[in-house]
Protein backbone atom coordinates (compact mmCIF):
# COMPACT_ATOMS: atom_id res chain seq x y z
CA UNK A 1 0.00 0.00 0.00
CA UNK A 2 1.50 3.47 -0.56
CA UNK A 3 0.48 6.89 1.04
CA UNK A 4 0.89 10.55 0.62
CA UNK A 5 1.49 13.18 3.55
CA UNK A 6 1.42 16.63 2.71
CA UNK A 7 2.88 18.77 5.73
CA UNK A 8 1.19 21.58 5.35
CA UNK A 9 -2.51 22.10 4.22
CA UNK A 10 -1.56 26.14 3.83
CA UNK A 11 1.78 27.95 3.39
CA UNK A 12 1.49 31.88 3.12
CA UNK A 13 4.57 33.31 1.69
CA UNK A 14 5.46 37.04 0.39
CA UNK A 15 5.89 37.56 -3.29
CA UNK A 16 9.70 37.37 -4.32
CA UNK A 17 10.53 34.82 -1.53
CA UNK A 18 10.95 31.26 -1.74
CA UNK A 19 8.37 28.74 -1.47
CA UNK A 20 8.79 25.15 0.23
CA UNK A 21 5.87 22.68 -0.03
CA UNK A 22 6.61 19.69 2.19
CA UNK A 23 5.68 16.18 0.63
CA UNK A 24 6.53 12.70 2.73
CA UNK A 25 5.39 9.04 0.80
CA UNK A 26 5.64 5.67 1.96
CA UNK A 27 5.25 2.72 -0.92
CA UNK A 28 6.34 -0.60 -1.07
CA UNK A 29 7.55 -0.32 -4.53
CA UNK A 30 9.68 2.01 -6.31
CA UNK A 31 6.95 4.61 -6.94
CA UNK A 32 6.47 7.18 -9.76
CA UNK A 33 6.16 10.78 -8.00
CA UNK A 34 4.35 13.84 -9.05
CA UNK A 35 3.03 17.49 -8.24
CA UNK A 36 -0.24 18.62 -9.79
CA UNK A 37 -1.42 22.42 -9.62
CA UNK A 38 -5.37 23.11 -9.28
CA UNK A 39 -5.56 27.43 -9.80
CA UNK A 40 -9.69 28.29 -8.47
CA UNK A 41 -12.42 26.64 -10.47
CA UNK A 42 -9.99 24.40 -13.17
CA UNK A 43 -8.62 21.30 -13.50
CA UNK A 44 -5.48 19.91 -11.92
CA UNK A 45 -2.37 20.38 -14.39
CA UNK A 46 0.88 18.48 -13.90
CA UNK A 47 3.29 20.33 -12.49
CA UNK A 48 6.70 17.92 -12.61
CA UNK A 49 7.21 14.00 -12.39
CA UNK A 50 9.57 11.86 -10.94
CA UNK A 51 10.05 8.29 -12.54
CA UNK A 52 13.28 7.01 -11.21
CA UNK A 53 15.41 8.70 -13.39
CA UNK A 54 17.61 12.25 -12.39
CA UNK A 55 16.25 12.79 -8.32
CA UNK A 56 16.35 16.56 -8.81
CA UNK A 57 13.17 17.27 -11.22
CA UNK A 58 12.74 20.58 -12.99
CA UNK A 59 8.77 21.36 -13.84
CA UNK A 60 6.75 24.52 -15.39
CA UNK A 61 7.03 27.92 -13.93
CA UNK A 62 10.14 27.06 -12.50
CA UNK A 63 8.92 24.95 -10.03
CA UNK A 64 11.24 21.91 -8.88
CA UNK A 65 11.53 18.75 -6.65
CA UNK A 66 14.00 16.66 -4.96
CA UNK A 67 13.57 12.76 -4.44
CA UNK A 68 15.01 11.93 -1.54
CA UNK A 69 14.95 8.03 -0.83
CA UNK A 70 16.36 7.93 2.15
CA UNK A 71 13.97 10.56 4.15
CA UNK A 72 10.78 9.41 1.26
CA UNK A 73 10.43 12.93 0.55
CA UNK A 74 9.58 15.34 -2.97
CA UNK A 75 9.45 18.82 -1.67
CA UNK A 76 8.40 21.10 -4.51
CA UNK A 77 10.64 24.66 -4.58
CA UNK A 78 10.37 27.80 -6.25
CA UNK A 79 13.19 30.37 -5.74
CA UNK A 80 10.89 33.27 -6.11
CA UNK A 81 7.01 33.17 -5.79
CA UNK A 82 4.92 34.93 -8.14
CA UNK A 83 1.18 35.84 -7.47
CA UNK A 84 0.24 33.87 -10.13
CA UNK A 85 1.67 31.27 -8.06
CA UNK A 86 -1.37 31.16 -5.83
CA UNK A 87 -3.26 27.94 -6.48
CA UNK A 88 -3.70 24.55 -4.49
CA UNK A 89 -0.83 21.93 -4.76
CA UNK A 90 -1.35 18.21 -4.51
CA UNK A 91 1.74 15.62 -4.08
CA UNK A 92 1.06 12.53 -5.93
CA UNK A 93 2.42 8.98 -5.61
CA UNK A 94 1.34 5.92 -8.26
CA UNK A 95 2.66 2.74 -8.35
CA UNK A 96 1.78 -0.42 -10.89
CA UNK A 97 -1.52 -1.99 -10.42
CA UNK A 98 -1.36 -5.47 -9.28
CA UNK A 99 -2.94 -6.92 -12.40
CA UNK A 100 -0.86 -5.13 -14.20
CA UNK A 101 -1.44 -2.40 -17.03
CA UNK A 102 -2.35 0.27 -14.70
CA UNK A 103 -0.83 2.72 -12.94
CA UNK A 104 -2.63 2.87 -8.96
CA UNK A 105 -2.53 6.33 -7.87
CA UNK A 106 -2.93 8.08 -4.37
CA UNK A 107 -3.29 12.20 -3.95
CA UNK A 108 -2.07 14.12 -0.70
CA UNK A 109 -4.66 16.28 1.07
CA UNK A 110 -3.19 19.33 -1.09
CA UNK A 111 -1.53 22.44 -0.08
CA UNK A 112 -3.07 26.01 -0.47
CA UNK A 113 -0.83 28.44 -1.31
CA UNK A 114 -1.24 32.17 -0.94
CA UNK A 115 1.03 34.75 -2.00
CA UNK A 116 1.10 38.50 -0.37
CA UNK A 117 1.96 40.98 -2.62
CA UNK B 1 -5.63 21.37 -23.31
CA UNK B 2 -5.13 17.84 -21.82
CA UNK B 3 -7.48 16.35 -23.96
CA UNK B 4 -9.88 15.27 -21.97
CA UNK B 5 -13.34 16.27 -22.30
CA UNK B 6 -16.32 16.34 -19.57
CA UNK B 7 -19.52 17.26 -20.27
CA UNK B 8 -21.84 18.69 -18.86
CA UNK B 9 -19.30 21.72 -17.43
CA UNK B 10 -22.18 22.78 -15.43
CA UNK B 11 -25.63 21.25 -14.20
CA UNK B 12 -28.33 22.46 -11.54
CA UNK B 13 -30.35 19.92 -10.09
CA UNK B 14 -32.90 18.92 -7.41
CA UNK B 15 -32.41 16.40 -4.80
CA UNK B 16 -33.77 13.13 -5.13
CA UNK B 17 -32.89 13.23 -9.12
CA UNK B 18 -30.29 11.81 -11.20
CA UNK B 19 -27.73 13.00 -12.98
CA UNK B 20 -25.21 11.22 -15.33
CA UNK B 21 -21.29 13.04 -16.32
CA UNK B 22 -19.73 11.77 -18.97
CA UNK B 23 -15.61 12.20 -20.00
CA UNK B 24 -14.02 11.19 -23.06
CA UNK B 25 -9.96 10.07 -22.40
CA UNK B 26 -7.42 11.43 -24.13
CA UNK B 27 -6.75 9.25 -27.18
CA UNK B 28 -5.13 6.35 -26.53
CA UNK B 29 -5.90 6.30 -22.82
CA UNK B 30 -7.05 2.86 -21.71
CA UNK B 31 -7.36 3.88 -18.25
CA UNK B 32 -10.18 6.49 -16.62
CA UNK B 33 -10.47 7.71 -13.23
CA UNK B 34 -12.91 10.08 -11.48
CA UNK B 35 -12.58 12.34 -8.63
CA UNK B 36 -14.98 14.52 -6.49
CA UNK B 37 -13.93 17.39 -5.18
CA UNK B 38 -16.04 19.55 -2.61
CA UNK B 39 -14.60 22.41 -0.13
CA UNK B 40 -15.12 19.70 2.96
CA UNK B 41 -14.04 17.04 1.83
CA UNK B 42 -11.63 17.80 -0.94
CA UNK B 43 -10.06 15.92 -3.58
CA UNK B 44 -11.73 12.19 -3.12
CA UNK B 45 -10.83 9.29 -5.56
CA UNK B 46 -14.67 7.86 -6.73
CA UNK B 47 -13.59 5.08 -9.38
CA UNK B 48 -10.91 3.92 -11.33
CA UNK B 49 -11.49 1.65 -14.58
CA UNK B 50 -9.21 0.25 -17.39
CA UNK B 51 -10.20 -0.35 -20.92
CA UNK B 52 -13.98 -1.15 -19.88
CA UNK B 53 -12.89 -3.16 -15.77
CA UNK B 54 -12.97 -1.67 -12.63
CA UNK B 55 -9.69 -1.65 -11.18
CA UNK B 56 -10.21 0.10 -8.07
CA UNK B 57 -12.39 1.93 -5.80
CA UNK B 58 -12.48 4.72 -3.40
CA UNK B 59 -14.87 6.70 -1.35
CA UNK B 60 -17.79 5.92 -4.02
CA UNK B 61 -21.41 6.10 -2.51
CA UNK B 62 -23.49 3.17 -3.27
CA UNK B 63 -26.05 6.03 -5.37
CA UNK B 64 -23.27 6.53 -7.62
CA UNK B 65 -22.16 4.03 -10.23
CA UNK B 66 -19.74 4.40 -13.11
CA UNK B 67 -18.64 2.25 -16.47
CA UNK B 68 -16.67 2.68 -19.09
CA UNK B 69 -17.76 1.67 -22.72
CA UNK B 70 -16.00 -0.09 -25.44
CA UNK B 71 -14.74 3.05 -26.87
CA UNK B 72 -13.10 4.34 -23.45
CA UNK B 73 -15.58 7.04 -22.52
CA UNK B 74 -17.31 6.57 -18.98
CA UNK B 75 -19.95 7.94 -17.27
CA UNK B 76 -20.52 8.32 -13.91
CA UNK B 77 -24.12 8.22 -12.83
CA UNK B 78 -25.40 9.83 -9.69
CA UNK B 79 -28.50 9.37 -8.06
CA UNK B 80 -30.94 10.33 -5.27
CA UNK B 81 -29.31 13.51 -4.95
CA UNK B 82 -28.91 15.04 -1.82
CA UNK B 83 -27.95 18.61 -1.09
CA UNK B 84 -23.74 17.28 0.27
CA UNK B 85 -23.58 15.97 -3.31
CA UNK B 86 -22.76 19.68 -4.99
CA UNK B 87 -19.11 19.39 -5.90
CA UNK B 88 -16.83 19.55 -8.81
CA UNK B 89 -16.53 16.29 -10.48
CA UNK B 90 -13.27 15.34 -12.13
CA UNK B 91 -12.33 12.88 -14.87
CA UNK B 92 -8.49 12.21 -15.54
CA UNK B 93 -7.25 9.58 -18.06
CA UNK B 94 -3.80 7.76 -18.30
CA UNK B 95 -2.15 5.50 -20.82
CA UNK B 96 -1.30 2.17 -20.06
CA UNK B 97 2.15 1.34 -19.61
CA UNK B 98 3.20 5.23 -18.65
CA UNK B 99 4.06 6.09 -15.00
CA UNK B 100 1.00 7.40 -13.58
CA UNK B 101 0.65 10.69 -14.81
CA UNK B 102 -3.07 11.78 -15.00
CA UNK B 103 -4.23 13.91 -17.68
CA UNK B 104 -7.16 15.86 -15.89
CA UNK B 105 -10.52 17.23 -17.70
CA UNK B 106 -11.65 21.07 -16.73
CA UNK B 107 -14.96 19.07 -14.27
CA UNK B 108 -18.46 18.70 -14.30
CA UNK B 109 -19.83 21.44 -11.82
CA UNK B 110 -22.78 19.97 -10.03
CA UNK B 111 -25.06 21.86 -7.76
CA UNK B 112 -28.26 20.10 -5.94
CA UNK B 113 -30.72 22.47 -4.68
Known amino acids: AQSVTQLDSHVSVSEGTPVLLRCNYSSSYSPSLFWYVQHPNKGLQLLLK??????LVKGINGFEAEFKKSETSFHLTKPSAHMSDAAEYFCVVSVPGVSGGYQKVTFGTGTKLQVIP | DSGVTQTPKHLITATGQRVTLRCSPRSGDLSVYWYQQSLDQGLQFLIQ???????AKGNILERFSAQQFPDLHSELNLSSLELGDSALYFC????????????FGEGSRLTVL
Open chain 1, 50 to 55: YTSAAT
Open chain 2, 49 to 55: YYNGEER
Open chain 2, 92 to 103: ASSVRTNTGELF
